[in-house]
């Protein structure tokens, strides 16, 4: 029995052993397993990384590629349209503007009138840049010159012209009908023209001067004396053959903003009879589209000396005129893109300094909408208003400017 007993001891612990044995090596597999499993999700993770980091490396390429690709198709399309400008030296431009207007004067009952107020056709012949010839034609009703003169490079950032243009006088004055926002330039404008003489289109001859790498730009004409019927006629010599004289100065004081000086001497003949007259100015132009803002701006101060409302044709009255044209552009980024711009244009003339009620006033707001630099639409409200005393011719010999309100509506495209 004793012995059984002790048999019974050894086996128990020699079970216990074994069973101790047989656990280790349980417990090492499995810290085996998890060290793998640890390994496994630190690759896998490393492997998730890696892809994300190649994802948005080929993200980039690829922005990068369409943004290079873009950028290429432009300098494409700019050396192709560089190309072609160079190789057609001779170029054709139009302009069709078609107009529909209501207006009320106090003279007459209102009127409707649907016309076709201009057609215009130009050509412009380049010869590499040392000589460019130029020719417009307005054909809505009587066909008549309106440009026509042959500039050569002088070199020194000279140019010479001679031939048919638009005297320097404002930025207003010069500025084409289709690059101002308003349908036109207003009834002061058309005053300053065909009743004071002083600005519009000349036979003359001319010097312009802007030095490369200078924001300045100098202008100085020699032009035919002007008559208030129209007519250019020629003049004796001993009294200068009527030459005309105007200069203007223009400086870019910050990128789109331009700031302008003018004067004139000039021989007008109004009938009766015929005078020498001087006249200054000071202008301004704004265009931000390069800052990306829409404001557009043209003014000017006009001060001189005329023979409208003076008592004997040997006397001279000196006036003073006003004008402002101000739009905001929405859109209309590029060319043939689609844009909204507002507008209004103010004017004031006074055409005798010291004469109370003879002024004349024009106050003009509208809308223009189409497609920049292609087409447009015009819908416009202009109210004038002129003083009793007004002198008479002020629209030129023998006629007059009237109160008139008008609501007009034109549509305008160009090529």
Do not use: C
């Not at 004289?245 to 789109?256: Q, S």
């Not at 609501?407 to 160009?414: F, P």
């Amino acid at each position: 029995m004793r012995d059984a007993g002790r048999l019974a001891i050894v086996l128990g612990v020699l079970v216990a052993a074994g069973g101790a044995a047989h656990g280790a090596p349980e417990t090492e597999a499995e810290a085996e397993a998890e060290a793998e499993a640890e390994t496994e999700a630190e690759a896998e993770a490393e492997a998730e990384t890696e892809t994300e980091t190649e994802t948005e490396e080929k993200d980039k390429d690829k922005k990068s590629k369409k943004d290079k690709k873009s950028k290429d198709k432009k300098d494409k399309k700019a050396r192709k349209s560089k190309d072609k400008k160079d190789k057609d030296p001779l170029e054709l431009a139009g302009r069709v503007f078609v107009r529909a207007t209501a207006a009320d004067t106090d003279l007459a009952p209102a009127t409707g009138e649907l016309s076709l107020d201009s057609a215009r056709l130009a050509a412009s012949y380049r010869w590499k840049d040392r000589m460019r010839v130029k020719l417009s034609l307005e054909a809505a009703g009587k066909v008549a010159v309106r440009d026509a003169f042959v500039a050569l490079d002088a070199g020194g950032g000279a140019r010479v012209s001679a031939g048919r243009f638009k005297l320097p006088i404002t930025a207003l004055e010069r500025a084409s009908a289709w690059t101002l926002p308003t349908i036109d330039r207003g009834a002061v404008a058309e005053v300053l023209e065909d009743g004071v003489g002083l600005t519009g289109r000349r036979d003359g001859v001319g010097v312009t001067w802007q030095p490369s790498g200078y924001a300045a730009r100098l202008e100085v004409v020699a032009s035919q004396s002007v008559a208030t019927s129209g007519e250019d006629p020629a003049r004796p010599l001993e009294d200068g053959a009527g030459v005309a004289a105007a200069v203007r100065g223009a400086v870019a004081v910050t990128p789109g903003v331009t700031v302008g000086a003018g004067a004139s001497n000039r021989e007008v003949n109004f009938v009766a009879g015929v005078g020498r007259y001087w006249a200054g100015a000071l202008d301004l132009e704004v265009d931000l589209a390069a800052r990306g803002l829409g404001l557009r701006v043209w003014g000017d101060l006009v001060v001189g000396q005329s023979h409208l409302g003076a008592d004997t044709i040997d006397e001279a009255t000196t006036f003073v005129a006003a004008q402002l044209v101000a739009g905001w552009r929405l859109g209309g980024a590029d060319k043939g893109k689609r844009y909204v711009e507002p507008y209004v244009l103010g004017a004031i003339l006074n055409p005798e300094l010291g004469d109370g009620r003879d002024d004349l006033t024009d106050v003009t707001v509208g809308v223009a909408a189409g497609r920049w630099k292609r087409w447009r639409v015009h819908a416009q409200l202009s109210v004038v208003n002129v003083k009793a005393e007004r002198p008479a011719g002020l629209a030129g010999f023998g006629a007059d400017v009237d109160d008139r309100v008008a609501a007009t509506v034109q549509l305008g495209a160009v090529f």
